[in-house]
């Protein structure tokens, strides 16, 4: 081991890595048809005796091979899954039956066994292999991409997502500042993930991680390196209005010590294999709770909010008739009279407020702040200026409050409720909006 | 020193705690019953929709006050678990008749949802709690303790063994050198834990960490300074024949660079609560690769192993009086002629390759290191001279080689035909004892 | 996680020390003429261009050599570094007299090169050797030692701490706390080092370490794992005034966020060789700084000091009989009448405020706290009921506090008019004391 | 102190800063001559007794006021260092008197003291606050860029040359692996002072970071995350004879597995301030042993190193009109006949081994890898096709091989004869230069 590996802390993980290249046979073969049988037979061996003690080495195989897939040869392999790696019907029917003639613990016991579906062990030991959990994550990420085409797939997705979200608990998750002084490996992500208001390479990364921003994400101890999730802050006075100051590169840098309040200017989920995994909620308590330690002068932790959902819904409502002309223009955006920008404001809280599905808000981040606890406090006009944002909801945007020692009162009441907590400014503007 | 430091200064995993400390109505109040009723209360909130998203506050309350609770209470807290916590039979059954009448692929969800023990959610909901996977380990501990009087709480142990099998699956784990650079928080547990030949304190464990001796551990993140397993190794010319010279704290230091073979000395499991969940294999496989770059002088790998169920079987065995009278005078044990010495090896060597239960090896160390692919090599005589030496096994010990490209070979040998595979040296021991 | 080790990963010392092994001829001789000859040899080499570019190598043999000596071979090597490496008297007389002629910069400059002993630059080249720092500390150690006999080498010390001094400037060290997660090496240096108030062991030792108690120490970076001075605070409530409840392995552990006070009890110098660099002041007001921002509950900053000339100066001062009586009787420390007590604190008081050698203080840890700016605040009967403590100071200690406002204005006081700045109770005492 | 700190390892070192920021009255002000004022009624503050105990602040104060200066202010404290803090001609003089009519240990000391610049005391206090180091090395960095209108501070320049040469001994530096994992804030300095073969932007950074690639650098513990000097080396199959395919971010990435040679292409000294300070030879060489360790199956340590005086020599040589005429037109570069070429290569091995300022060879290049021992191997026809490396070198560049078995003798021929050792093959090229 050379110098390096020996100061590398006593983590000795690659030794598992090299474990298995050290068997002379595993080399993969790469033809597709030969790399899915030898992957069947690989998987075998696995699930076999063997595989539970020497699995890592067999696992690794399996997972390089799958590498080698193409489109045909994964879809091969998700159909193994799905009719090698299911219950056995006539086994469980056996055990349905056997529990019918008596309920037993024992024969819920086997019950238990032959319900479940034996691709849930398979997937546990391929997660033996180095790198295993990032493959399965990728696996995932794959069989959603096949959906649409393969529905048969939806149970596989299913019960990798029930492991993952297992295995993601957010007890096992770490919470870390990211900044300047982070890995390239890291940052360079940030960059590629970021979908609500895209980073435009390095200079732009960098100005969202000066000293009047912050950046933090979960991380899990299987993917060194990998945000999951990740959330943008920048340090203001008073509450952000307006998106383009947040995210300009040429925006002065501000002194953090001055700031009053945080806000939280976009979310974003790294892993499309995780979809479903819910983190969000638990990463701003979190948050408001390291910035509360590390700034005690920010009185204010508050989000600015896409409303994706708006303007679909307002095409859908009759009348209005001059918004929607004004609508038809989006080149004249700038140039809405007062009044009927107010009536647009008016209309926005009323669709956040009040349109629902079934009992919980239409829009759907709406629906994520108040289901953690927030406060819908304002509606900002032409806060998002860019096209996406013209489009979405004719520029506006909404600030939710997060404020701590209400998180759960709020909670509570939307849970049980369904009640939009807001401010007296958005719930007047929903009544005007009404009175209309 | 400063650049992990560093690194360290951006895992935030503190914040969790300090959420839920500053909610002024968590603290746990003392008393038995009334601590009992908050706790069940608490996990009806916990499962309930709030609990889904503020979980982590909730489950800290949980864990909290399950610390206070005497053994009566904690009793009744498991009982609460069977009862409120199994799935429901009408439920199962109505699902089971469901899935009879038509084994659709909704029929079987709904039959594996209704099978799955609700408490396996509670489970993964404590655990969000901070600290919270070190707290349900010591749950389950406490839960087998109550197994000989509770056959009950029997369900509760092998529900909480399965989600932590899934939790603690070696794509986890990580392998950590321990020496005496290591903190005083890992060191003090190699003391308090090490079973099979035990640490004197401080001085007797600085011997066992010197230059010529190794240790390894398996880590997991959710457990910081907490060994799962710990293995010893002594790095010797020539393949250890007596126990003696290993553990003697006053053995002077040898060169490791001069040192031919590594030998595992003592393999411990540290967390009870983790009963049944298995590493060791892995985890001296893992050893044997990290040494293979560290000190690639070393040419064998192999243990110095009690042999536990030798005198008890060897007390079962008609005939040999001799020996049996030897035994009778333990304090003769130096005196024995070479005749009877050559006899109980030959037994010995017998009872290791041909004494089986049901297919496999009647001597429960043996079934370890031969499932793991390890070869018999060689039986010692006098190799554990001490009282549970004596008594265990008449201070016999045996070497078992791993020839890293054997294991797999030897490995299949032993799970299809339940050959023990043996030196030629212990094949012969064998065959005299059966000729004699 | 895994960035740590990453960036651990990444540093790369050993090389140097593998480098210089690779060398055929390196290896030390042992016997002892042959190396003061084989190390006068290396020296030069060392001085040489060469040992400019090639130094580490030629410096780790001379430092390996240097540690195979005994007494005499060491004292040849310091007369050695005596004889041949001080200024050449001639150069020196001739670039005086250059000087004097004519005080132009090169000159000067002529002068300057000619004065430094060259026996700086080979200390400076010797430090190139892996551990270098660590073994010219242990050379400084070592030639203190021989100072009583050999007073020509005062030279050496005085060079080799003016060096010293220099790379342990306070900019390159760095506070660390000390606790029971720290590595075995550093807390064993805590047992071998402490002076003051011995510890007995590893579970004495954790208790010091408990939630209720801090120890910081500064660190330099080439000695890693090597505490160069360390503190040890007792978090209490109100000033602490005996010793006996702060190192009593038995005391129950406090609450931490109950505590008021932090009280200083011990600081200990660790490397002899370094003796004359002064670190202690700058650790006392970093500590304070450290203890301020993670225990904001934390009002005052004390120290319970020895006094340790008291009881040397009491003995000479006339008159004092009954004390003096009472003092020969050491059993009896704890049947002193009021009076007499009274008596002997007015005396203490007097002592620490009013003796003094030049200017400054006679008491030598008075002298210490003044100059850093600590008021001398109250003095205690019966604090230290050691042998020693009685001794020192017939059970006397006091406190002294650090208030960080007034730091600057009573190190003032102290420096310019010698004024020992003492709380209203202690100037009480010491007017009592010249009253009587 | 926010959990983000806490976790910081222990390393504590801001609590130095906030001391000072403490302080109140320690705000610098702004005004350039009232800035000066200020600063030298600091350093005579930082050089009294009061500097020595609580000296962090008072250089904090004075460097965060030397920030504020424009050139006018540091020239006026650039004066103020000479005037003030140079040696005392008159002490100087009686000290020199006093050591002429006694040449005393004693006269001898008071001599060594006065001929001390009282600015080298002064630079160790500054050196106290944080980032102490830092601004030093910056205030050296700017008296340098004075020299030319102001020869006189070319004795700060040297004070604090000296002063740092012992802080940056090679004993207390680092080497470390910079590659994609590293930190942002290091990369961005490779992009910022890679000088030899530019990194335009992060994917060209990048691609220099891939598995064919390695980068090193030396740290000191004073100034993290500030490399001091860095090397960067390409792993290939046989010596590089061209730098295009090793700067070319395109080049497809090799596997380093079957790499035979290691190209050192480029090393980079980064701080200006540090001119002088030497450390090039002892990072190649830490280097190769590290590169040894990890990729065992490399065997040729070599340089692809540009040639920077053989275009100007060349120029100065009589004869050679047809290689003149060529060189009259660089853009036919591509079309020179093979003779010439020839004709060219032996005339740059001629300069290489026979061109000699004094005993040492003309090239600096040459003299910097012949004085750490390396061997001059082999001359490259158009290696450095870049208008630089036509200007500097007619585009030819040399390959030093770093043998480590031959460094040391190599080494001792150039410095003890002056002796160029070469392959055979560049000894003909440069006889046949002679010949011609």
Redesign the interface.
């Known amino acids: 081991?050379?110098?390096?590996?020996?100061?590398?802390?006593?983590?000795?993980?690659l030794?598992?890595m090299?474990?298995w290249r050290?068997?002379p046979d595993s080399a993969p073969e790469a033809d597709g048809a030969g790399s899915v049988r030898k992957i069947i037979s690989l998987t075998r061996s696995l699930m076999s005796?063997?595989g539970d003690?020497?699995?890592?080495p067999i696992a690794a195989d399996i997972l390089g091979l799958f590498k080698t897939l193409d489109q045909s040869g994964r879809q091969a392999f998700f159909e193994l899954l799905v009719k090698d790696f299911s219950?056995n019907?006539d086994d469980?029917?056996r055990a349905?039956?056997a529990?019918?003639l008596d309920?037993s613990?024992a024969h819920?016991r086997d019950?238990?066994q032959v319900?479940?579906p034996p691709r849930l062990e398979l997937f546990?030991r391929l997660?033996?292999?180095p790198e295993?959990?990032r493959e399965l994550i990728e696996i995932r990420r794959q069989v959603l991409n096949e959906l649409e085409t393969h529905p048969q797939f939806e149970?596989i997705a299913a019960d990798l997502g029930h492991?993952l979200a297992?295995?993601f608990?957010?007890?096992?998750l770490?919470?870390?500042?990211?900044d300047?002084?982070?890995?390239?490996?890291v940052?360079e992500k940030l960059i590629a993930y970021e979908a609500v208001h895209q980073i435009h390479?390095?200079a732009d990364l960098?100005r969202r991680l000066e000293a009047d921003r912050r950046c933090?994400a979960f991380?899990h101890?299987?993917l060194?390196?990998e945000p999951l999730i990740f959330i943008e802050v920048a340090l203001t006075r008073g509450i952000s209005e307006r998106i383009p100051p947040l995210i300009d590169p040429e925006t002065p840098i501000a002194d953090p010590e001055l700031a009053d309040a945080a806000i939280f200017y976009s979310i974003t989920n790294c892993q499309q294999g995780l979809r479903g995994v819910r983190f969000g909620?638990?990463l701003i308590?979190?948050?408001v709770?390291?910035l509360k330690?590390?700034l005690p002068r920010i009185k204010t932790y508050a989000t600015l909010s896409p409303i994706p959902g708006f303007r679909k819904w307002l095409d859908q409502q009759p009348g209005h008739e001059e918004i929607q002309a004004m609508l038809a223009q989006p080149a004249a955006v700038d140039r809405w009279p007062e009044t009927l920008r107010q009536q647009l404001l008016n209309l926005c809280a009323s669709y956040l407020v009040h349109a629902k599905r079934t009992h919980e808000p239409l829009d759907s981040v709406a629906r994520f702040h108040l289901?953690?606890?927030a406060r819908l406090e304002q509606i900002n006009w032409m806060a998002d200026p860019s096209a996406r944002g013209i489009k979405q909801s004719v520029g506006l945007m909404a600030n939710y409050v997060y404020e701590?020692g209400q998180?759960?009162r709020n909670?509570?009441l939307y849970?049980r409720s369904g009640e939009v907590v807001s401010s007296r400014r958005v719930e007047r503007l929903a009544r005007q909006a009404i009175r209309n």
Chains 1, 2, 3, 4 share one sequence.
Do not use: C
């Open positions: 081991m050379s110098a390096s590996a020996q100061n590398r802390g006593k983590r000795l993980g030794a598992k090299l474990w050290a068997r005796d063997r003690v020497a699995g890592g219950p019907p469980v029917g349905a039956d529990y019918r309920p613990p819920l019950l238990q319900v479940e546990r997660n033996m292999a295993g959990t149970q492991l297992s295995w608990n957010s007890g096992f770490t919470l870390e500042r990211i300047w002084k982070s890995s390239a490996v940052l390479g390095w960098r933090y991380f101890s299987a060194p390196g909620g638990s308590k979190q948050v709770e390291d330690q590390s289901k953690n606890g701590l998180l759960q909670h509570e849970t």
